[in-house]
């Protein structure tokens, strides 16, 4: 009786090991791939000091970039974004100052046919596909792009006009620029919905 009752504990004692060590593998495995991930990162240490630091917040918030090349990092369904692309050179544009749009990030969006030159009125870094039924925009980082899409909404839902968003956006955009927070910059202040191709 004693003897077949130590060797269950045996037993037990063995197979508690072995999940032990398996987890254990496991969890060695998934770190030595990140470190994998990291050592396969682009060297970053040409990009513009700007493209540097928001690289470093974006991989902080949302993690590693699924995917990347030596001109650009992109993350794929995180957080609110169908799609977020951080550039290595950016694009001047002058509204509402002088910056370089370097990060896009596109929502599911179906943005109504008659919408779209009002939206492009409004800012030309702002596009909208029908067909993927998504809609993007490109500025100097995810304050400014939150910022341009609500006024976005605000304009496909007759909110406010072209002009109107645009003189608003040009007010908060100023002051998120000199490092003021805006309420219209803090997220999304719509819902985005997960059907909205038109394949038509």
Request: aromatic content about 8%; overall charge positive; hydrophobic content about 40%.
């Amino acid at each position: 009786m004693i003897l077949r009752t130590s060797l269950v504990v045996l037993i037990l004692v063995i197979a508690l090991i072995g999940v032990f060590r398996g987890n254990y593998i496991a969890h060695a495995s998934e770190i030595k791939k990140d470190v994998k991930v990291i050592n396969k990162l682009p060297n970053l240490s040409n990009w513009s000091p700007s493209s540097q630091a928001l690289a470093k917040e974006l991989m902080e918030k949302y993690g590693m970039p699924g995917e990347f090349t030596s001109n650009m990092l992109i993350w794929t369904n995180n957080g609110v974004w169908k799609k977020t692309i951080l550039y290595r050179e950016g694009v001047n544009h002058n509204f509402p100052a002088s910056h370089n749009d370097v990060l896009e990030q596109t929502i599911n969006y179906r943005v109504p046919v008659d919408k779209f030159n009002a939206l492009s009125a409004f800012d030309g870094s702002i596009t909208a596909n029908r067909t993927n039924g998504t809609l993007t925009v490109r500025c100097k980082n995810e304050s400014l792009n939150i910022l341009a899409l609500n006024f976005a909404d605000d304009i496909i839902k007759d909110k406010k006009t072209t002009g109107e968003a645009r003189l608003e956006y040009y007010k908060s955009a100023t002051e998120i620029m000199k490092g003021h927070g805006s309420e219209f910059g803090q997220q999304i202040l719509f819902k985005s919905h997960l059907n909205t191709s038109d394949p038509r």
